[in-house]
């Protein structure tokens, strides 16, 4: 648990539950992973326990009930609520938190969204949301999707779109592949544009409420290239759907601009040439990036102000 986050779209992590496994691509170099070694030695909720070895921890569960000021608080960074070892009664008290704790805003991120779909449409049916006040379509939950590539975005973002929720969104970080939300399984029709009649191929983009990127970061980071990112901004202006670029990763490349990220493999001699290198290790200093790439939007219904 962190009452402050390095992470830029949120302000503070809670983690009731720890440890996790891998699902795909993106899970290669996991943060929560390279982190463990050390966690183990400081803290006794890792202690003794592998990194699959995934547990719940009650006693953290009141933690967002004692912070006092309104804050955007990331779900388990350390792990997947929704990954198959955590019991669905656990998620359920999750839940409960979340639903008590109004006066915060709770960002949950899977790469399990069948799980999230089905556990949460099941209490939807049953009602039990409902009567015991614990809600999974409260504004102040939000609900989203981990992609890495076109293939997890295919995959992952429709199981959110049928998820009942107040808010969803993607977070395409790792980056490790073009991502276009301009998919020809969203048409939903035509619509006349000038004119014309054109099909409407970001329908499935604007039934999102915000999109998240960021490259990739340490040693064994993959590249990202602007051009993937200057397409996901085109495309969200055009939908009108908030965006955060949080950060351009250790191996960002940018022809365009002549901009290469801190551990880019290429000569120093071409960047003196022709351009310049991040110094930021991750890309994460805003004042480095293209004009165009500096984007950090939230949703509107955002009702909290990120704590000073
Ligand atoms: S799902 Fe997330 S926490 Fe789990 S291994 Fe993959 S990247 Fe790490």
Known sequence: MADQ??????DATWNPVTGCSHVSEGCRNCYAERE???LTRLLQAYSGRSF?????HPERLDQPIRWK?????????MSDLFHPDVPEDFIRAVFAIMAVATWHTFQILTKRPERMMEVLTRWDYEGLVLRSGYGTQLPNIWLGVSVEDQKSAEERIPVLLETPA???WVSVEPMIGPVTFRWAKWQSGFKMIEGRLVRNHLDGLRRLDWIVVGGESGQSARPMEAEWVRKIVHECREAKVPLFVKQLGARFSDEKNGIAGASLNIPQEAIDLLGRRLKHRSGSDMEEWPEELKVREYPENLAIEKIS
């Not at 000021?69 to 960074?77: A, E, L, T």
């Open 5 to 10: 986050s390095k992470i830029a779209w949120t």
């Open 36 to 38: 463990w070694p050390r």
């Open 52 to 56: 699959e070895n995934v547990a719940c």
């Open 69 to 77: 000021h309104p804050r955007k608080i990331f779900v388990n960074s």
């Open 166 to 168: 107040a808010v969803r």
